[in-house]
């Protein structure tokens, strides 16, 4: 067995919504919506190399209320975060700030050698992006 690709999938209350903040912030641009047209119940961004998909909540608590957080959650998981890493943190910081995005962590070069911040997209799921220091 072997694995080619993995695309985070994150339940969001506005798929239009969020692709439009993945697009003006990050730089993404659309892929497949389900259906063609507003409102979606399904979306995508990607660069080529990133793909994120948006699923509507409401959609979701159809099949699964605890995943979409319509019920309380009896399972293990449920808590993710992204970590994207780019060419010009600085350009995605500014991109991330002209937004009003919630800052988590502020902007720092690590022991590992990333120079990275965390922050929040509207549905509060947090992005960490990183560029490697030479």
């Known amino acids: 067995m072997r694995f080619t ?6 339940i969001v209350r506005d798929v ?16 497949m919506t389900v259906p063609d047209a507003a409102p979606y119940v ?4 990607t660069n080529g190399v990133i793909e994120i ?24 998981g449920g808590t993710l975060t992204l970590y994207i890493e780019t060419d010009d943190v600085e350009e995605v910081l500014k991109a991330v700030e002209n937004q009003r995005c ?8 690590q022991f590992y050698g990333m120079r990275e911040f965390a922050f929040q997209d509207p549905d509060g799921w947090t992005i960490t992006v990183a560029q490697r220091v030479s």
């Open 5 to 10: 690709k993995l695309t985070p999938n994150l």
């Open 16 to 31: 239009a919504a969020s692709l439009n903040f993945y697009q003006k912030v990050l730089g993404l641009k659309q892929g």
């Open 42 to 45: 399904f979306g995508s961004v």
């Open 53 to 76: 998909f948006f699923n509507d909540q409401k959609a979701v608590a159809e099949e699964d209320p605890e995943l979409a957080g319509v019920k309380p959650a009896t399972r293990v």
């Open 102 to 109: 919630r800052i988590v962590m502020p902007i720092k070069t």
